[in-house]
Structures are given as C-alpha cells and as structure tokens.
C-alpha cells in the first residue's frame, strides 16, 4: 500500500522503518513525529505485520499517523518516490556514503524540502539497525553524537532526535521558543538609582552606615550588588515593595491595622514619592 | 540519599525526576543520559518508591546510572547543591523566569559547567509536569521547539533532547560526528579529464558521436555529467574499471576465459595507459 499522500508535495521527510520488531517501538516513533510535524510513516516489512493495536495504543494522540503509515514489502519498493535517502547508523561502514551529523543532516532535508524534492530517513531494527545493502540504497549516513562507550539509541529515540533536527531547521532562529519570558530589559538608570535613594535613606536611618568612614564603601557594595543584577522595572517595584515594608511597619504594627505605617502622611519622603509613582506595592 | 558523588565537581547538569511515576520512565531517562555523557539522576519522592526493578530493567546496561542514584523527600533538598537549575515546561506560566530553547539550554549549561558551577535540570510527573512553585525553585525554564498542536513529550523524551543538546554543547564543532566518511575530494583535473579520454575513445570507436556535427555537444554532455558529480579518485578507479571491463570484454568473452580482453598487448593506448596506473581495478 502506497502512502496515500504520494501525489501531494511532501511536507517533510517520510519516517522509514526497516522491519521494525515491536509495535511499541513503531508507536513511540509515530508520537515523536506528530511533536515536530512530521506525518509520513513507512513500514517495510513489520515483524509482527500490520495493522498493530500496540502500535496505536502507544502512538497516543498520534494515531493520525499510525492511520496513514504506508506498508512495503521491501526497502526498494518503500524509496522508490525519494530523491534523497538518509540512513541512521550507529557505527562505521566501509563505503563511500558520506556521513552527518543530525544537525547538518536536519539542515539539508530542509534545503531539499524547500526545493522540491522528496526525502527520507531509514531506521533499522531494534537488533540489528540496517544491514550494509540498505545503506548502500542510500544517499549518506546520519550518525548521533552518542558517547561511543555506551551507544544504545533505540529506534524511537533516534526518530525523536532526527524529527527534533527537523522542527529545528525549519526555525528562522534555533533559540526561537514557542512561547517567551516577560521584556526583562534592565530598568533606566533612573529608575534603579530611585530605589538605592530610597533604600540607603532607610538604612541611612537605621545606623546602617557605620562608622562613617565605612559608609562610601559599604553604598558602593550595595550598589554593585543591586546593579549586577539587572533588575527589570517590574522586579523594582517589587523590591520596592519589600523595602516599604520594611521601613514603615513592625511585627509589632503591620500594615493594616491602622499602624503609623499606613498613615502616608508620616511616610518618610523618599517613600512618599515612591509611593505616589507606584502603581502596584506589593 | 544523597547522590554518591557531590563532593567531586561536577561532569555535567544532574537530571532531577519531580516524582515520577512509573519505574520504566526513570529507567528510559537512565539510558538516554548514558548515551549523552551524563550520569548524575536524582528522584524526588517517586511515586512507586525506590529502588525499582522496572527501572533498572528498562535502563539496559545504563544501570550504572540507577545504582547510583540519589532519592530525596523534596525539590529544595534535591537541589540544594546546585548553583544554577533549568525547569523543562511545555505551557507557559506566568512568571518572570527567562525562557530557553534546548541548545540555549545546552550551550548555558555548558558555560556553566566550565566556570565550576553545578546544575541541574528539572522533569516534571508523567501527567501534570511541574508545579509553578517548583518551576519558581529554579533560575530558567527551557521548553522544546514542539508543535503546539500536538505537544506531548513524556520526561523520557525530553530527558533524551536536553542530554544530547549537553553533548552537542561540548562538541567543537556541532557537524563533528563519531566516524567520518572516506575523504571524498573531488580528483584533480588531470585524473578527471584522463577519465574523460578514455571513455571517449571507447565510445569513439563504436560510433556513438554521430552524426559529427552532434559530436562537440555530445562530448560537452558527458563531461558536464561526469564533471558535476564531483567524483574523487577512488570513485574514478571504479569507474575507469567499469568502462574498462564494457570496452574490452563481451558476454561472449568475459575476462577470465584467455579472451583477448584479457591481453594488455591487445588493449586499447588509452586502456593501456589506464591499466598501467590503476593499482585495484574492479
């Protein structure tokens, strides 16, 4: 049975297996695939035949896939439509195929998609990987930078390294995620030396600086401390925040219970100003 | 338990489980760090406790990394050693953690691991991930670059993208692969062109530039044909003895019978010259 989509324009490289043993494993590759948009599964050959409940069972929410998987009898039947062949291997053969890292061989099915060309990647079984004659029918080798002592990548790893690869090559920008953190740009320098004013009048207040002589070193301290770490607007005013409580209210008399604190009127005026500009206190 | 080894620096970012829940799981992450170059697991309260045979069975010979396992009651305690920690989620939460794509990831964690900090990255329970007050325990979140319309990764997975992103990160080079192909440079010109020689005197002597009017255009063919596929000299060897056994012997009379193919007073100049040369011919 042929992929149904054959006359469509591929929309990635079609996911190869080569008499792969266990529906489990074919399962798990078809779930790898949907993560990173790829839908064109091929069987040559299954073990256990075809179809496979455990297949579908562990394909999860990716049973669109396992519903379209095409079947072949044999390797040359299932490239037949290909322009370009990646096989996966873990070990050396003695053969002209060039060989890729994952990384290169994403970028390259890229370009070729992008191109028109219709492309694949074989993976062989869960024993054996692929014999030196389905290489051989091949375009070049992909390889993984496993550490060589312990080099045990199943099949359904191995999908998920390469569809990963795919998804990544596909991205204008590698660091691209799909969702991102808040603008965490660096207050103005206004703004950041308004909360040393009003941070160092409190200590200021507190004996904090002493003996005098110490004090120039001990602001610079603080302030190096408090650059460094490149504080947002937003995380100012939470630390303004902290520093109000601190300030104005005591275990004795916390904020709310109609304490000196609350009163803005004897606020300090470092604090007042803070107060006046600040939309959310902590 | 603390884990075995944290008075030795660190080799790479510990892989912390946030109680996960089935045994095969945890085995799974085990192998797919030892591929990667990582040893260090630690599992926070795991739900059918520990040690567990599921696990170790489904680590396969990372069993090593099993044995050595560190297990503790909660998140703070698992993490307490640690400079620097990556929370992995798939939704974002509303917070003011930088958010990482995994070669991000992977390339801070390596500059980390550098400066002789130790790190850690944490997975959440098969079903709920992390909680936000857990992902408020670490320094980052890292997210995969998955299709958001089908993101379902299990901590497997993702334990095995953040391992090979960390072996990727200290790769020199991200194209650098365990075993390479044969230096397949292009032969020089005069290797190429004394190719070109030979097969068209061969194809000279049976008449195929015909008419001679077509003959130049014919010739510019072939060699563009056998110029554009880059061919390096062990690929000409092939080649010229392939054109060799077409030119000098016949179904009638294969080499090997006493047929005059096999006379080299017989050959052809240009085969002479070639056979004199060629150290393996096919």
């Known amino acids: 049975m042929q992929a149904s989509n054959d006359i469509l324009p591929a929309t990635g490289p079609a996911i190869i297996l080569v008499e792969p043993q266990l529906g489990e494993n074919i399962g798990m590759v078809a779930r790898a695939m949907a993560n990173f948009g790829l839908s064109e599964l091929r069987l ?5 035949g075809w179809p496979s409940e455990k297949a579908r069972a562990a394909a999860s929410r990716a049973d669109h896939v396992i519903d379209a998987a095409g079947v072949f009898d044999d390797l040359a039947s299932a490239i037949a439509d ?16 060039p060989v890729r890292g994952p990384v290169e061989a994403g970028r390259a099915l890229r370009a070729r998609q992008r191109s028109g060309q219709r492309t ?4 062989g ?12 029918l091949a ?45 965490m740009m660096p207050a103005t320098k206004e703004q950041l030396h308004g909360l040393f004013a009003y941070l160092e009048g409190a200590l ?8 005098a002589a110490k004090k120039p070193k001990m602001v610079d301290n603080l ?8 504080f947002a607007e937003p995380e100012l005013k939470v630390l303004r ?4 409580s601190l300030d104005r209210f005591s275990p004795a008399m916390p904020r709310g219970d109609g304490s000196p604190g609350d009163d803005p009127r004897r606020l300090p005026a470092a604090a007042r100003a803070a107060k006046a500009t600040d939309k959310d206190q902590a």
């Open 44 to 48: 040559v050959n299954p073990r256990d």
């Open 82 to 97: 290909l322009n370009f062949v990646f096989a996966t291997t873990a070990r050396a053969r003695d053969n002209f195929k």
């Open 120 to 123: 694949g990647i074989l993976f």
């Open 125 to 136: 079984r869960e024993r054996f990987g692929l014999y030196n004659d389905e290489v051989g």
């Open 139 to 183: 375009d070049e080798i992909v390889t993984f930078p496993v550490d060589p002592a312990f080099s045990s990548l199943n099949i359904a790893q191995a999908a998920l390294l390469m569809s990963y690869e795919w998804m990544k090559s596909g991205l204008e920008d590698e660091t691209k995620t799909n969702f991102s953190s808040p603008d």
């Open 204 to 211: 200021e207040a507190r004996g904090y600086f002493r003996p």
């Open 223 to 230: 302030r190096a401390v408090l650059t460094r770490a490149g």
């Open 241 to 244: 925040g902290i520093i109000s």
